[in-house]
């Protein structure tokens, strides 16, 4: 089992920067890569970015959307992953979620469907007004 709490979320204005985190812990021995996806209200959770893991390596992977906007790093002693989201736009208001991926994959298109993942925290929502 793995166990994640995100934090850092809240309202910002059009513009502004916003830093989440994503603390694991229990199996996180187990875990090749951790990931963002984010849900607003009537749509679909979509992939927001990742970084492998452990075996995973700490290849970097990103939504098209959000490129050259948001960064996701990690902090292996911590076994947090945080996600800079700077210049943010009132589009990327939304539920944001945390997930470990139990499965090692290797490729441009790896971890960014939800059913890589096995675990996902609670979410942390993140507004931001125009």
């Known amino acids: 089992q793995v166990q994640l709490v995100e934090s850092g979320g809240g309202l910002v204005q059009a513009g502004d920067s916003l830093r989440l985190s994503c603390a694991a812990s229990g199996r996180t021995g187990n875990m090749y890569a951790m990931g963002w996806f984010r849900q607003a209200p009537g749509k679909e959770r979509e992939f927001v970015a990742a970084v492998g893991w452990g075996g995973g390596g700490g290849r970097l992977y990103y939504a098209d959307s959000v490129k050259g906007r948001f960064t996701i790093s990690r902090d292996n002693a911590k076994n947090t992953v945080y996600v800079q989201m700077n210049s943010l736009k009132p589009e990327d208001t939304a539920v944001y979620y945390c997930?470990?991926?139990?499965?090692?994959?290797?490729?441009?298109?790896?971890?960014?469907?939800?059913?890589?993942?096995?675990?996902w925290g609670q979410g942390t929502q993140v507004t931001v007004s125009s």
């Open positions: 997930a470990a991926a139990l499965n090692y994959c290797l490729g441009d298109g790896c971890y960014v469907n939800m059913k890589e993942y096995d675990y």
